[in-house]
Every structure is written in structure tokens, then in C-alpha cells.
């Protein structure tokens, strides 16, 4: 069992930058797939970023690519995505997630076993 806890979000305005955190417990996260996906309202959840088990491997959505960066701290068994020129279609709940191997997929949703209960970002105009 992996217990997730973001943290970090709020509201922003444009062009903006939040930096969210997402500590785990249980296991090391040195095991497993993490990403961040994200859900607006009236909106499925949808895959931001990912970053595979060994930090070799990062995926990013290709709306927030060059704004958005994932990492990881396996030591601290901490996750991070760095949010910076924040757009109003970037408002959602941001959840982090980890996979256990082996991972299919870093960006299907259906590989994430361990989800938090997500952090509110709001970017406004």
C-alpha cells in the first residue's frame, strides 16, 4: 500500500507558477511509476506528466510541455511538479498517482494503482 498526500495548490493568476508536492508512505517510491494527472470540472482526468521508477524517463502532456516539469526525491519519497506560466486551462484538481511495475504505459490512467485526493489549482484571468 502507497498512501499519497498532495499538496501546493491554489489560486494563481496567469503566467503564474505553483510548485506541487505529493508525499507518500507506506512503500518507497523508489518502486514505482509516478505521474501526475489532472481533472477539471465536467472534464475526465487526464495524464500531465510522468516520470518512470529509475528518474530516466519522463512523459508530459503536450500542453503543458516547456511549462511543466515532474520530479522526484526517492529519498525523501516525494514527488514534485513545477507549474510555471499558468494558463486558466490549467485550472483543475491535480492528483498524484504510482504505478507499480511493470509499467505498460507511463500516461494511461489504468496502470495507477495509489492515487491521492488531490490538490486544487485555480490560474484566473
Known amino acids: 500500500q502507497v498512501q499519497l498526500v498532495e499538496s501546493g495548490g491554489g489560486l494563481v493568476q496567469v503566467g503564474g507558477s505553483l510548485r506541487l508536492s505529493c508525499a507518500a508512505s507506506g512503500r518507497t517510491i523508489a518502486n514505482y511509476g509516478m505521474a501526475w494527472f489532472r481533472q477539471a470540472p465536467g472534464k475526465e482526468r487526464e495524464f500531465v506528466a510522468a516520470s518512470d521508477r529509475f528518474d530516466s524517463i519522463t512523459n508530459y502532456q503536450d500542453s503543458v510541455k516547456g511549462r511543466f516539469t515532474i520530479s522526484r526525491d526517492n529519498a525523501k519519497n516525494m514527488l514534485y511538479l513545477q507549474m510555471n506560466t499558468l494558463k486558466p486551462e490549467d485550472t483543475a484538481v491535480y492528483y498524484c498517482?504510482?504505478?507499480?511495475?511493470?509499467?505498460?504505459?507511463?500516461?494511461?490512467?489504468?496502470?495507477?494503482?495509489?492515487w491521492g485526493q488531490g490538490t486544487q489549482v485555480t490560474v484566473s484571468s
Open positions: 498517482a504510482a504505478a507499480p511495475p511493470p509499467v505498460l504505459s507511463h500516461t494511461r490512467l489504468s496502470e495507477y494503482r495509489y
